[in-house]
């Protein structure tokens, strides 16, 4: 039986407290240390945590924490189907959308692995009809360009995804279809987007759980308003990915509908049809089909007791150390790859928006800090940007550093006898050792404290395999930390009252406040 | 005489200590509150500071603060040409770039102003003949793109510029060239750049103050080697950017130089010829120069002693009182407007990398904190990611509102009774509401605390005026915070470990650990 604490309630916790800041990076980073702490993770990327204030000690009791709090326990019961979500009363799935690490799920007669997987079928299906061009747009003309529409989980990810394999689907011939997507409200999203679209080319994505969501209802209906103008009719040009009981599901408007459910929350979705449909189209269906088992290995990996030999669960419990026993409020996911652009924007994410929470999954209130800030650009980019106040700043910000030993395309450049990609991982190294050992100088202004911890997420190259693993690994470390806080990282109370007071504008029934900050915006 | 003191010597930081979090937003918000707290900026734009923790009390020290310091004294002092950069023995002439606010500055017999001047005229004369054609690329191809390659201030500036105001050109034909921009030394960065475009027509702008930055020179290379494989003369096709001084000044291989000096830094010379040359060519120069004089007229508005009539001054104060009395260390931008989409990375850049900084201007170590985290997305996307943690998190992140009352395009939808810019507003003035003043519920998990302190900047549209308004408030607004703490914003020692560290890893002359890293990078 799983029991539920909270984080201040642990032995193990209490004797984490201790343990404040007693590791000086300066004196033990060395060679070996860096050949010691790592673990290997999946697809061929491996953890590297040599850079961050643990030692022997402090491992053992997260080791401890870990045990005590029951958090690969609790990840079985998430696999196995218990309700994990218990402010929604919902099971949590996602895993399932990629793989099956513990037992059949059954909900109302329906095992989920095979409802998720008839819908990566029928995708595959759509899309290979899509590609061979049976299935054309209203004039006739074969679809050249993929759009989603969609919003927050519906987005992020997906775009991310994209993004980070668009270079690599270039190179390896498996790009079949330029992919583009709307989000915003703002009418100037959807009006840029579409006036830079081959409309009688265009197929578009429908992307929102519920069928109700504001920005994505009213984005439709501009895409649409503009495929009338351009004489196409509508519902050859879109299809929809909703779960089966919203009103968008099974409309005749929509060319084809694939599903997912409530059991995988949006910011989680990337793996179930959300990032599916445009995935498949964009690059084929075996690219997804890449990334997925990519995902799935990872999922595996994050079932191991270990600590030390689960890259996943380690770094979550670095993460809370640093959160709860170091006090850092905020942390910096940094890839230097320029494919992982947006990889950092759906992390903020992922992360924020699971673990932003002050009470614990009964809704009892919590005296101590959970998810902090996340942040983060591409290096080397950050470094002639934010990095100053990470070197020398009066915070300390614990740093993710992810690096690949070559680069997608191929395509590079040698000057003053190093390629691009050589200087690129050079800056990675050079950071990693400046943020943590520092320098000293007479000059206080060129002195470098060091003691700023990092980490190192590498491989040999972004695949649709790494990147998938990749994507993973940062959604079992935000469900450890969920775990180890005892949130319920799934559920999203803290978006309501913003719709809410919306409606209430937008209905003209608002308070004296909300009505004086409305005129100040032309309402 | 304009005397220099760390922020914890002054009576009024004594005296700010003291009212700590004296305010209840819950309990004061209301219409007279939101009409009174409002400063005029530039342009046309407003400063709405309603929902921000001050009252008359703490605006009053906040004064006293200003007076104290001499914060408007040392705006001036640096707008006569003193040496405000200290570590690097510098005049800071950002200003200057668009209008003259004080007396000449004169160096070695060069007016400042002039010269600014000079260079903007001669880019506007070279885009005016590559407008007409007179000059083209070296197959006598019109150019109809623009890419530049620069990192850091030569790359989120003038990108964040050219996207802000992209679909204002295309709706008010303005729009000349497309612009694209090469920053990271990824070699996929260029490579994926490079690949989308039509070389005969492209112009690149190769932007480097001081004409060593490694990555800018790495991809120099890279771009020539594909312009020469494409059989076009790379001369032909590349103008520079850089100071008077540089190995890159003159030099026959470019069709022209433009130049700006050491005395504007790279995250404040989006107004000199770094952001001049490709805003100039893509939009035209006299796009440029409403954007100029936007930021000069908020510029002058940064003189006014009277916090109450200076919206940068007091933004900065209230930013002060919030990091260092309430002791919230990180701040979000959340511009409700697509076009603003890497605004937020622009202020990250030239917040953190100004502020983050633990010596005073002097060099000497500081005991209290200065420049916070900054991060942001735009609105309404970031509602569906990380306002969770905004609303319901542990921690209180100060927000910085930014919403305009028309969209750039006039395309828009009417959804449900209402048009989507309609629906941008609404829930930009709701989300205030929600952060400030909460809700309460008997369900813990669906109880919102407020006391979530917002400010917002509004007006009618984002246009090259408003803009130029909004970057310089920004940029005052750092620069008075500086001030306040005492710091030099102008120098950035904290990227010259990382630089060493790398050129040691490319020479192969590095120490144990950073060679046990480089090895795990394939170095």
């Known amino acids: 039986m799983v029991s539920w604490r909270n984080l201040d309630t642990l032995e193990a916790y209490k004797k984490l407290l201790t343990l404040k800041d007693s590791v000086s990076l300066r004196d033990v980073l060395n060679g070996a240390r860096i050949a010691e702490y790592s673990v290997p993770m999946a697809a061929g990327l491996t953890y590297n945590y040599a850079a961050k204030k643990v030692d022997k000690r402090v491992l053992q009791i997260l080791q401890e924490l870990a045990d005590e709090q029951g958090l690969i326990e609790k990840y079985k019961a998430l696999l196995n189907g218990e309700i994990i979500n218990t402010g929604e009363n919902r099971k949590v799935l996602h895993h399932l959308a990629r793989g099956q690490q513990a037992g059949d799920v059954v909900y109302n007669g329906k095992n989920m692995r095979g409802f998720y997987e008839e819908q990566r079928l029928k995708i595959a299906d759509f899309a290979a009809k899509v590609h061979s061009g049976e299935i054309k ?22 775009r991310a995804i994209y993004l980070a394999l668009e270079k690599w689907a270039e190179k390896n011939n498996k790009k079949k279809m330029d992919a583009h997507f709307i989000s915003n409200v703002d009418p100037d999203d959807a009006a840029g987007v579409v006036s830079s679209l081959n409309l009688e080319e265009t197929l578009f994505i429908l992307v929102s759980k519920s069928g109700v969501t504001q920005e994505t209802l009213a984005n439709e209906l501009f895409v649409k308003s503009f495929l009338k103008k351009a ?38 979705s990337s793996s179930s049809a959300v990032g599916g449909a445009v995935i498949s189209l964009a690059f084929g269906p075996e690219v997804f089909e890449c990334f997925l088992s990519g995902a799935a290995e990872a999922d595996k990996t994050a079932l191991e007791q270990n600590i030390l030999k689960n890259p996943a669960l380690l770094d979550a419990l670095i993460g809370v150390y640093e959160r709860n026993v170091l006090n850092l409020p905020a942390t910096a996911v940094l890839p230097y790859s320029q494919a992982l652009n947006r990889f950092p ?71 003053d006898g190093s390629t691009s990609q050589m200087k690129l991982c050079a800056n990675l190294a050079a950071q990693i050792v400046a943020f943590a050992k520092g320098k000293d100088d007479e000059n206080p202004n060129k002195r470098f404290p060091g003691e700023r911890p990092s980490s190192l997420i590498y491989g040999k190259k972004l695949t649709p395999n790494s990147l998938g693993a990749l994507l993973s690994h940062f959604e079992n470390k935000i469900m450890f930390q969920g775990f180890t806080w005892n949130v319920n990282s799934f559920d999203q109370e803290g978006v309501q009252l913003g719709k809410k007071l919306t409606k209430e504008v937008l209905s003209g029934k608002m308070d004296e406040t909300l009505s004086s900050y409305a005129k100040l915006l032309g309402i």
Chains 1, 2 share one sequence.
């Not at 924020?352 to 959970?370: C, D, F, H, I, W």
């Open 137 to 158: 747009g209203s004039t006739g003309k074969k679809f050249t360009a993929v759009t989603q529409i969609g919003i927050g989980g519906s987005d992020l990810g997906p």
């Open 231 to 268: 004489g196409l009719n509508p519902s050859k040009h879109m299809i929809a990915v909703t779960s089966e009981t919203s009103p968008l599901a099974g409309n005749p408007e929509y060319l084809a509908s694939f599903y997912m459910d409530d059991f995988i929350g949006g910011r989680f």
């Open 345 to 415: 924007a759906h992390l903020q994410q992922a992360d924020m928006e699971s673990n932003g929470k002050q009470v614990n999954r009964n809704g009892e209130p919590l005296s101590y800090a959970t998810g902090p800030v996340v942040f983060g650009e591409p290096g080397t980019n950050g470094q002639h940007s934010f990095y100053q106040l990470l070197h020398q700043g009066t915070d300390i910000v614990p740093l993710q550093f992810i690096g690949f030993t070559e680069n997608q395309t191929g395509e590079d450049v040698t000057v």
